[in-house]
């Protein structure tokens, strides 16, 4: 096959982008719902840069603490964030009041009562999350959209908890929230046709690019990030170091490999002092403090820059943990065992029905988790070193864990010389 051209995979893009708006079966006639002022729960990491994005836009934003001190951090934070875009030019000085201006801090959830759209961003932990769309059932306007920020929970079993379903949605905005372009829209099973409809529109309002998807364990994008994910830990219990297997992803055009990536969002997300998960090798470095970047130590050292610098600690945990002696893989080998199941996962999703289209799956990981655009995307990629080869790598692998196993349409693909970009199941269906 002839390497596709710069030209070629730019129109690919762009036509990805374009036709990720397009939502088959949604009537035409379908009106949309009035969204003048917006709640946001939880003004963290998460919830301070989802409400910036509305604030940016012009929109009044409400936004809710469990205490004053939470709720001034997270206010503090927005603003700094505003001001280092104004001394950097990016929009005039009194724009930062404007903008501030339009935030209302609260404490209470019955206080977000009259809005017309509210996103909780809180903690991920379903039965916290099923006791908030409780609540909010109780409290909120008839007619109000109720969002989950949720990146992989069941929003089914949050949107049971009410007694109007049709209004419950996935809004999956990605970290940082006011600068990452990505916004994963999930229906769940009851939504609403005019919610679908005035979330897509609202997206463009506040400048995402939006991709409307399925509810399945981490949606469309980190159900594939944890196929590449457990891929990587694999290959450490196997004796490969952290920093060779980031360097292999940092060569095919990642900016951050799994580890650096890991390092950089903090290994103690979900983890506990004295907790035993199902990833020991992270357990360990967190008993040592070793938390990532914000600790200056965590898969890697990091110097006063934050450079990464591989440890000679992290080898130790790992060698003591899995009994591997340290192996050598060529990189070419470490891409195709972390890439190539990111590609049967994704042709999993298709199958399921999680995604409209298999493009929509390339827009995603190009503007979610930083898939170096001169492969186009999972898909695209896919296409490129062919399904035969896909396939052989994944019989290797689904061989050594059932959860591997190769997609039946891949087998297909691979017999008739099909392309993974013109998989058609039938769109999307909840």
């Not at 790992?318 to 891409?335: L, N, V």
Request: charged share 25%.
């Amino acid at each position: 096959m002839t390497p596709p051209t710069e030209e070629e995979i730019g129109r690919y893009i762009a036509a990805a982008g374009a036709r990720a708006w397009e939502v088959p079966g949604l009537p035409e006639t379908v009106t949309h719902r009035d969204i003048t002022t917006v709640g946001i729960i939880g003004a963290g990491t998460m919830g301070g840069g989802i409400a910036m994005n509305f604030a940016s836009a012009g929109y009044p934003v409400k936004i809710v603490e469990t205490t004053q001190e939470a709720l001034d951090r997270g206010l503090g934070v927005v603003r700094g964030n505003y001001q280092r875009s104004a001394d950097k030019g990016r929009f005039p000085q009194d724009e930062v009041e404007a903008r501030m201006g339009r935030f209302d801090g609260r404490l209470a959830l019955a206080d977000l009562a009259e809005c017309d759209l509210v996103i909780e961003a809180v903690f991920e932990d379903l039965d916290l999350k099923r006791r908030i769309f409780t609540e909010l059932d109780r409290v909120m306007k008839p007619g109000a959209i109720l969002a989950t920020n949720t990146s992989a929970l069941d929003i089914d079993a949050i949107a049971a908890m009410t007694t109007r379903p049709q209004d419950v949605i996935g809004l999956h905005f990605f970290s940082p929230a006011n600068v990452m372009k990505l916004l994963e829209i999930v229906r769940a099973k009851h939504t609403a046709d005019d919610v679908v409809a005035t979330c897509m529109d609202l997206a463009r309002r506040i400048n995402k690019v939006a991709t409307l998807v399925g509810v399945c364990p981490g949606f469309v994008g980190n159900r594939i990030l944890f196929a590449r994910q457990k891929q990587a830990n694999k290959l450490v219990y196997r004796g490969v170091m952290p920093w060779d297997v980031d360097a292999a992803l940092n060569a095919f055009g990642f900016k951050m490999g799994p580890f650096q990536m890991s390092d950089l969002a903090g290994l103690d997300i979900g983890w506990s002092k004295g907790a035993q998960t199902d990833n020991p090798i992270r357990d360990a470095l967190c008993e040592l403090d070793r938390r990532g970047q914000k600790t200056k130590a965590g898969f890697y050292d990091y110097d006063e820059a934050r450079r990464p610098i591989p440890s000679e600690v992290t080898a130790g945990i790992i060698r003591d943990i899995t009994g591997a002696e340290p192996a050598t893989m060529s990189q070419a080998e470490i891409i195709e065992i972390c890439i190539y199941p990111m590609i049967n996962e994704a042709v999993k999703i298709l199958e399921e029905n999680k995604a409209q289209r298999p493009s929509d799956i390339d827009v995603v990981w190009l503007n979610g988790y930083g898939w170096p655009p001169d492969t186009g995307g999972p898909m695209f990629y896919g296409d490129m070193v062919g399904a035969k080869a896909v396939l052989d790598r994944m019989e290797t692998l689904g061989a050594e864990d059932a959860e591997f196993a190769p997609a039946d349409t891949l087998r297909q693909l691979a017999t008739s010389g099909g392309a993974f970009t013109q998989i058609d199941t039938g769109g999307l269906k909840v």
